[in-house]
């Protein structure tokens, strides 16, 4: 709340916070604040106020494409996946590539097993910035002979990647493109699953700009 009371005091017409735990400081301000735009990365409202907008993603979508690709890929016939908190911005991805993985066997008669998420529950860190903690869980799954880790932790997740570089196997990396935004480890990944935050993001101001705004979820 600070933080966005900051920028209204600065002077802002369109004011974009990042992730769930936003959700009602966000709110708060644009009812506070009807002539500002807002918008919130992850998160959406069943009766947004009109200057308010949720950029939600199906992200279940590219984690099936990587699901799929996993299972082809795995030498050993198991891939793992572990997420920063249960909750759905995040089991969203690892439902999705549960799905691909489920989809890969039903198509090749084969039997990929998927370690850290069953459809229900799983592997969670509870935290997205402790990547020590991220890379003892990818160490257990890759002792359980995962040869493929997909991280859903932000950068907790970068302690999958290190795990999977020291084991020298692959990893898929979340929400950017990995070879970007964790350049380091890009001879790891086998691709990225990306969501598209870039686009939405300069959507919403652009509507700003333009005087289109709505509070119709992205």
């Known amino acids: 709340a600070d933080n966005i009371n900051a920028l209204v005091k600065q002077g802002c017409n369109s004011i974009i916070t990042v992730g769930f735990l936003l959700g009602d400081a966000t709110e708060a301000a644009a009812k506070a604040n009807p002539k500002i735009d807002f918008s919130i990365v992850d ?3 069943e009766k947004p106020a009109k200057n308010l ?3 939600t993603f199906n992200t279940a979508e590219p984690s099936f494409l990587a ?3 996993a299972a082809a890929e795995s030498k ?3 891939v793992g996946t572990f997420g920063g908190l249960n909750i759905p911005t995040v089991s969203i991805f690892m439902e999705g590539f549960r799905q691909g993985i489920e989809k890969y ?3 090749n008669n084969k039997n990929v ?3 850290g998420w069953n459809g229900k529950d799983g592997s969670f860190l509870n935290t997205f910035d402790d990547k020590s903690k991220g890379q ?3 160490e257990g799954m890759i002792q359980q002979g995962a040869d493929i880790i997909f991280p859903v932790a932000g950068p907790a997740g970068l302690g999958g990647l290190q795990a999977a570089k020291d084991k020298n196997i692959h990893a898929i990396w979340v929400d950017t493109d990995g070879c970007v935004s964790a350049a ?3 001879d790891v990944l086998l691709t990225s699953v990306m969501k598209g935050m870039d686009v939405a993001v300069e959507s919403a101001i652009k509507d700003s700009v333009d005087n289109k705004f709505s509070s119709d979820v992205y």
Do not use: Q
Request: proline share 0%; aromatic share 16%; hydrophobic share 35%.
């Open 184 to 186: 380091e480890y890009c």
């Open 76 to 78: 050993s016939g198991i």
């Open 53 to 55: 907008k949720g950029l």
């Open 67 to 69: 699901g799929y690709l």
């Open 113 to 115: 097993k998927l370690l």
């Open 43 to 45: 998160f959406g409202y």
């Open 136 to 138: 003892s869980v990818a």
């Open 105 to 107: 066997n039903t198509d």
